[in-house]
């Protein structure tokens, strides 16, 4: 009887295991049973167009990082320009202030980071690879506001570079996109050799320092920009030096700062005949945040505007509804047909709706009434939907509930 009871105390403890796997529904890899991402999730390919919100100044053609704090968004070009921030109208682009920094240098200054307190500027343009005065100007935000500005610095090196070689545009130790997360700042490498980037980590308190190589990712091209929310929905932003892809990589449900062991997605953004060179990015919210885009040949400067939301926020609402709510749906992904299990009797009649990525409705059935554990099988047919990404609601008398669904 007692190795009866241990064995089942043991199957018990088993089923607690954590089953890793692709827990993101709109992966083609998604694994229903998988309850710990282990970041292996496969994804479709994926364009996206960001909004144009404005044709920059004339004068402010190298748009480089991007910060928004005091409902303000700012600004700076790269080097060879003014030690200077800017703050931009987020309808039209121009110019509403002009901020000149003193006891700074812009050698080249090409990104914005931002805490609680500080704006960092990230003066680690490298494009020779044989700089060794990188060094992040420390402002605090209420001088910033106040206009009485006193810069300190932190001045740092990479752990893992020993070549100090000039080699223009042909190096991997450049690096143009920074931010702050978890009591420091986070560096990501622009590789113009090998099309990866490499994340570092460094203190956010003045001084000298190391900065510390963490973990690569192959983005397939050049990163240019960089942000996280606060919720930690981290974007990278970059283009392909030499087919002139611009992209954003989503980095989302990663451990800690290992911004790399979670999700990652690559968005494309189209070529750069369209959006310009693309240089800086900043979230306003949650989802939904802002690149610039500096003058690209014939190309103008521009303002854009992104939003997320469609592959991290529906994704995480998909699994919660999936988790515990009135319903489920298996399998998901699907290739023809898709079960609904109901959890919960309802009296009254139900409407089901599956919606297309534009919202429009492509499917829908009324039920009388709908018993507890009913399952309803949806049969689309072999090529009744094309692949991709449907949002199926379920309207009934007791209210409105949605989950995504993926269509192989």
Known sequence: MRKLLFFLCFLSFKTLDAQPGCTDPLANNYDPAATENDGSCIY???AYSPILVAQLPSDLEECSGLAHFADRLWTHEDGGNGDVLYVIDTLTGAKLQTITLPNTDNTDWEDLAEND???FIGDF???GGDRTDLRIYRIKKTDLLSGSVIPSTIHFSFSDQTDFTNSPNANDFDCEAFFFWNDSLHLFSKNWLNFKTRHYVLPAEPGTHIAQLRDSLNVQGQITGADVSDTGNAVLLGYNVNTGETFLWLLFDFVGSNFFSGNKRKISTGLALFTSQPEGVVFKNETQG???SERYSALPQKLLSFDIGQWVDGVSAAHETQQGQGFRVFPNPFQTA???EFFEKNEGPALLKLLDENGSAVWKK???QVQEGALIKI????????SGVYTLIIKEKNGIESTLLLKL
């Open 125 to 127: 343009g490298n494009n």
């Open 44 to 46: 479709p390919a994926t």
């Open 290 to 292: 802002y690149i610039c």
């Open 117 to 119: 307190e500080y704006l």
């Open 338 to 340: 898709f079960t609904i």
């Open 366 to 368: 009324q039920l009388a």
């Open 379 to 386: 049969d689309m047919g072999e090529n009744a939907l094309p």
